[in-house]
């Protein structure tokens, strides 16, 4: 079994910063993409974020140039650092990671629990 933990979440006034983590334990071969993904009441889950293995990054327009994802492999941890925060930003985020559990066979999707980011105006 795979485990998702996310933490860094908190209350921050507007324009402040915060720093997420979600580290993934358990049965891994491997970790493909990983991503931050966030749910706002009366929203649509939405992907904030997402980083390949071997770096490459992808960000929603609402945040690009505010957030930065990043991973260390050899942790099984991916990170979103999120400055000028806006009260928009507040929502539920949520980290997912393809893992692969053993050599050859397919990735599968997990998720964390979520952690709830709320940024006060």
């Known amino acids: 079994q795979v485990q998702l933990v996310e933490s860094g979440g908190g209350l921050v006034q507007a324009g402040g910063s915060l720093r997420l983590s979600c580290a993934a334990s358990g049965s891994i071969f491997s970790i493909n993409a990983m991503g931050w993904y966030r749910k706002a009441p009366g929203k649509q889950r939405e992907l904030v974020a997402s980083?390949?293995?071997?770096?490459?990054?992808n960000y929603s327009d609402s945040v690009k140039g505010r957030f930065t994802i990043s991973r260390d492999n050899a942790k099984n941890t991916v990170y979103l650092q999120m400055n000028s925060l806006k009260p928009e930003d507040t929502a539920v985020y949520y980290c997912?990671?393809?893992?692969?559990?053993?050599?050859?066979?397919?990735?599968?999707?997990?998720w964390g629990q979520g952690t709830q980011v709320t940024v006060s105006s």
């Open positions: 980083i390949t293995s071997g770096g490459r990054t």
């Open positions: 997912a990671a393809q893992v692969v559990i053993s050599y050859g066979s397919s990735p599968s999707e997990y």
